[in-house]
């Protein structure tokens, strides 16, 4: 499979504030990203679709101004959570998808996000 | 639109017996299905994928599951469990057709394997 780094994998901030979260991919060109938040004992969420260079497709009730999608090239994108409350809290996840390995979400090993 | 449904949120096996996760999914067209594996404050690791071909994947970890058409299903399966399988696994599905490759996910199925 694909090798998937997050950073940081745990950050804890304070209300009000901003924090930045990257998604690289390590060992292919990644066209399409996806970002996921995911709470305890919970399924998956899917936030946006991004692909490099175009603007992130978000999915209904996903606030594309407090969630800032950059997918600025072929191995990284990075998720902004701006303004950041306690109900931001929860674990992102971001996937990589692309070239030779189009069919296959590779999943990175997440991000805890804690906002106090 | 489609769904997957994964109808039990928690198996328990014994060490040695066969484990099974059952899936069952909806979707316009083809599907593309994927079983996936996560352990506590861990992305999702990739077991294994039909997409076409022979109803029967193998995938890691000697992981293995039967697509049935006709059932709906995709069942994921394997001989003898072991302690370390003890995770959450899910069951996705996507559309053949989406370009997006957009994936709907199962509740999820903890899976615990007891000694």
């Known amino acids: 499979g694909a090798v998937v780094s997050q950073h940081p994998s745990r950050v804890i901030c304070k209300s009000g504030t901003s924090v930045k979260i990257e998604c690289r991919s390590l060992?292919?060109?990644?066209?399409?990203m996806f970002w996921y938040r995911q709470f305890p004992k919970q399924s998956l969420m899917l936030m946006a679709t991004?692909?490099?260079?175009?603007?992130?497709?978000?999915e209904q009730g996903v606030e594309k101004d407090k969630f800032l999608i950059n997918h600025a090239s072929l191995t990284l994108s990075t998720l902004t959570v701006t303004s950041a409350h306690p109900e931001d809290s929860s674990f992102y996840i971001c996937?990589?998808?692309?070239?030779?390995?189009?069919?296959?979400?590779?999943f990175g090993p997440g991000t805890r996000l804690t906002v106090l | 639109a489609q769904s997957v449904a994964q109808p039990e949120d928690q198996v328990n096996v014994a060490e040695g017996n066969p484990l099974t996760v059952k899936c069952t999914y909806s979707?316009?067209?083809?599907?593309?299905l994927f079983w996936y594996v996560q352990y506590p404050n861990r992305g999702l690791q990739f077991l294994l994928k039909?997409?076409?071909?022979?109803?029967l994947v193998k995938g890691s970890y000697g992981f293995e599951a039967e697509f049935n058409k006709s059932q709906t299903s995709f069942h994921l399966k394997k001989p003898s469990a072991l302690v370390s399988d003890s995770a959450l696994y899910f069951c996705?599905?996507?559309?053949?057709?989406?370009?997006?490759?957009?994936?709907?996910f199962g509740a999820g199925t903890q899976v615990v394997v007891t000694p």
């Open positions: 060992d292919f060109q990644a066209t399409t």
């Open positions: 996937s990589v998808a692309g070239g030779s390995r189009t069919d296959t979400q590779y």
């Open positions: 039909y997409i076409t071909g022979d109803n």
């Open positions: 991004s692909n490099e260079g175009s603007k992130a497709t978000y």
């Open positions: 996705a599905v996507r559309a053949g057709t989406d370009s997006w490759g957009k994936l709907q």
């Open positions: 979707v316009s067209g083809n599907p593309y």
